[in-house]
T-cell receptor
Framework: DTGVSQDPRHKITKRGQNVTFRCDPI?????LYWYRQTLGQGPEFLTY????????KSRLLSDRFSAERPKGSFSTLEIQRTEQGDSAMYLC??????????????FGPGTRLTVL | EDKVVQSPLSLVVHEGDTVTLNCSYE??????LLWYKQEKKAPTFLFML????IEKKSGRLSSILDKKELFSILNITATQTGDSAVYLC???????????????FGQGTILTVHP
């Protein structure tokens, strides 16, 4: 399968624990995005990378959240001291951005986080 | 603040009906509008619309963008039960002459197609 993959698919944790999610984008894609989706809502932008550089972070991304893309390939999203309000589906997407060309984002299956 | 609003929020139809889903947007530095279909999993890409008035078609689905009135519609003709899903639209920003990549999504329209 050459699509975007995410791991784990589901994570249940207790409040206060740290969790880390991984995203592997489509191999030639240089842009990688993280979104969060709660029930009944569309995905909300969290952050985005162009290669290994993190170019924007949403106000939704509190200090407890950190994302990395160390070699410009896979990315990790870590949430420290999880809270019940962090329960959501965390979606990763990737795209191939070229100047003057439109690009669509391809989404992974998501990681569903439940904080008890 | 960028905003994308979809209507209706939910829609129930029978197989064979035609449906029209609406999306209005207020997105600064707007470049394109995208439609996605989401079934109990990740959104799958349907259309990207950048030019006003040009219809894009894929089988029974079609979509068009009106950049003057800041809205888009997604039409599905001869609906089938497999069309049941959440349909999301999203605005894509433009920055520095290239598509920026940050998508601002609407809340989605839940379409249910009964046999």
């Amino acid at each position: 399968d050459t699509g975007v993959s995410q791991d784990p698919r589901h994570k249940i944790t207790k409040r206060g624990q740290n969790v880390t999610f991984r995203c592997d984008p489509i191999s030639e894609h240089n842009r990688l995005y993280w979104y969060r989706q709660t029930l009944g809502q569309g995905p909300e932008f969290l952050t985005y990378f162009q290669n290994e550089a993190q170019l924007e972070k949403s106000r939704l991304l509190s200090d407890r959240f950190s994302a990395e893309r160390p070699k410009g390939s896979f990315s990790t999203l870590e949430i420290q001291r999880t809270e019940q309000g962090d329960s959501a589906m965390y979606l990763c997407a990737s795209s191939l951005a070229r100047r003057e060309l439109d690009n669509e984002q391809f989404f992974g299956p998501g990681t569903r986080l439940t904080v008890l | 603040e960028d905003k994308v609003v979809q209507s209706p929020l939910s829609l129930v139809v029978h197989e064979g009906d035609t449906v029209t889903l609406n999306c209005s947007y207020e997105v600064t530095n707007f470049r394109s509008l995208l439609w996605y279909k989401q079934e109990k999993k990740a959104p799958t890409f349907l259309f990207m619309l950048t030019s006003s008035g040009i219809e894009k078609k894929s089988g029974r689905l079609s979509s068009i963008l009106d950049k003057k009135e800041l809205f888009s519609i997604l039409n599905i003709t001869a609906t089938q039960t497999g069309d049941s899903a959440v349909y999301l639209c999203a605005g894509l920003l433009n920055a520095g002459g290239t598509s920026y990549g940050k998508l601002t999504f609407g809340q989605g329209t839940i379409l249910t197609v009964h046999p």
